[in-house]
């Protein structure tokens, strides 16, 4: 069965501090996603990544960065966490074989910056 | 660019009867259509997607959504609602010219079923 875990389901911040937001795919897909979900607003892309190290801008990237060093593993970086920031941040994951390959999800982390 | 409209931010319903999400869709290029739901407190699972082919397609739960290109709609229809379809529901596309699986989004659907 497909999984994609993410480290935290809650997590609680203070304004400046560098926050990781870990995901972990078990399905050796080669693309993986990090959203973040907002009321009214949906999902919205923050960044993507196709292949090991490589990383794209979604459309929403600034404030964030991500790593990637290993095909399971993919990485959110708050650099300095702002409370605009605080949000549910959602991980997905998908094969590359096809454009229209499905996305598997995680379970979300919800953020709170104080 | 591509926009994903879901007019409805919330649906009300009552368990057994029949439901209706709407979803519109403004494109340049022809687009794959996406239905997602959300459970409360877990991530997205796919209800069904159009690709191509039948306009009418069927999906998980008993769900099924018609894609009506001259309308741009994507709408979701159950014909009888249970209380645990209780969910936010989403509409995405995809344009068929990306070299990427950039989902676009709509606003989500929040959809309650009550006794």
């Known amino acids: 069965d497909v999984k994609v875990t993410q480290s935290s389901r809650y997590l609680v911040k203070r304004t400046g501090e560098k926050v990781f937001l870990e995901c972990v795919q078990d399905?050796?897909?080669?693309?993986m996603f990090w959203y973040r979900q907002d009321p009214g607003l949906g999902l919205r892309l923050i960044y993507f990544?196709?292949?090991?190290?490589?990383?794209e801008k979604g459309d929403i990237p600034e404030g964030y960065s991500v790593s990637r060093e290993k095909k399971e593993r993919f990485s959110l970086i708050l650099e300095s966490a702002s409370t605009n920031q605080t949000s549910m941040y959602l991980c997905?994951?998908?094969?590359?074989?096809?454009?229209?390959?499905?996305?598997?999800f995680g379970p979300g982390t919800r953020l709170l910056v104080l | 660019a591509q926009s994903v409209t879901q007019l409805d931010s919330q649906v009300p319903v009552f368990e057994e009867a029949p439901v209706e999400l709407r979803c519109n869709y403004s494109?340049?290029?022809?687009?794959?259509l996406f239905w997602y739901v959300q459970y409360p407190n877990q991530g997205l699972q796919l209800l069904l997607k159009?690709?191509?082919?039948?306009?009418l397609v069927k999906g998980i739960n008993g769900f099924e959504a018609e894609f009506n290109k001259s309308q741009t709609s994507f709408h979701l229809r159950k014909p009888s609602v249970h209380i645990s379809d209780t969910a936010e529901y989403f509409c995405?596309?995809?344009?068929?010219?990306?070299?990427?699986?950039?989902?676009?989004f709509g606003t989500g659907t929040r959809l309650l079923v009550s006794p």
């Open positions: 494109s340049s290029v022809s687009v794959y």
């Open positions: 399905m050796d897909h080669e693309n």
């Open positions: 997905a994951s998908s094969p590359a074989d096809r454009v229209q390959e499905t996305q598997y």
């Open positions: 990544s196709y292949d090991v190290k490589m990383k």
């Open positions: 159009y690709l191509s082919g039948s306009t």
């Open positions: 995405a596309v995809i344009p068929l010219n990306t070299g990427f699986q950039k989902l676009v």
